[in-house]
T-cell receptor, first 113, second 108 residues
């Protein structure tokens, strides 16, 4: 039973570029949440997807967008990259509102040069 | 202002010591998570609790709803317990608000 998988594991981009990160949820899960974790900080909630729609959003600009596919996998897109976007991006999956722990992937480490 | 506060930020201990990490949250929540993050970045969920106390091996988590406070205890600490421990408050919309984490190092 595969857990949450994220790709790629590492990524280097330059300012102004665009990036797409991918997440496959744990088998049986239907909800995907994305988090940004800057170095030395706790994760910050970006947004959550359920039934292919964004259900909740944290305090992130519109440069951050996402998508969920019919198979429940998800993408996080970031446009016009800034140096401050350098972080570990974590994906977590769960069953929608069933009050069980979220399962986390190992993250994608994004570095902006 | 972060709605979840953890202390201490850094903690060092000798193998065998009893360890306590504290977490306070500022508004009503539906549950409180304790998570463990290793240097590679992967996060493992240790506990989710909404009342009382839970125990798993050498780990114990408690929560006091009235005082909006939770603690994670590690008994007989071991170097393999070295990691960042994060508490996260779950609100009724499935949104997790994380603390900044406590970096624990246990020396032999």
């Amino acid at each position: 039973d595969a857990g949450v998988t994220q790709s790629p594991t590492h990524l280097i981009k330059t300012r102004g570029q665009q990036v797409t990160l991918r997440c496959s949820p744990k088998s049986g899960h239907d909800t995907v949440s994305w988090y940004q974790q800057a170095l030395g900080q706790g994760p910050q909630f970006i947004f959550q997807y359920y039934e292919e729609e964004e259900r909740q959003r944290g305090n992130f600009p519109d440069r951050f967008s996402g998508h969920q596919f019919p198979n429940y996998s998800s993408e996080l897109n970031v446009n016009a990259l800034l140096l401050g976007d350098s972080a570990l991006y974590l994906c977590a999956s769960s069953l929608y509102r069933n009050n069980q722990p979220q399962h986390f992937g190992d993250g994608t480490r994004l570095s902006i040069l | 202002k972060n709605e979840v506060e953890q202390s201490p930020q850094n903690l060092t201990a000798q193998e065998g010591e009893f360890i306590t990490i504290n977490c306070s949250y500022s508004v009503g929540i539906s549950a409180l998570h304790w998570l463990q993050q290793h240097p590679g970045g992967g996060i493992v969920s240790l506990f989710m609790l909404s009342s009382g106390k839970k125990k798993h091996g050498r780990l114990i988590a408690t929560i006091n709803i009235q005082e909006k406070h939770s603690s994670l205890h590690i008994t007989a600490s071991h170097p393999r317990d070295s990691a960042v421990y994060i508490c996260a408050a779950l609100y009724n919309t499935d949104k997790l608000i994380f603390g900044t984490g406590t970096r624990l190092q246990v020396f032999p």
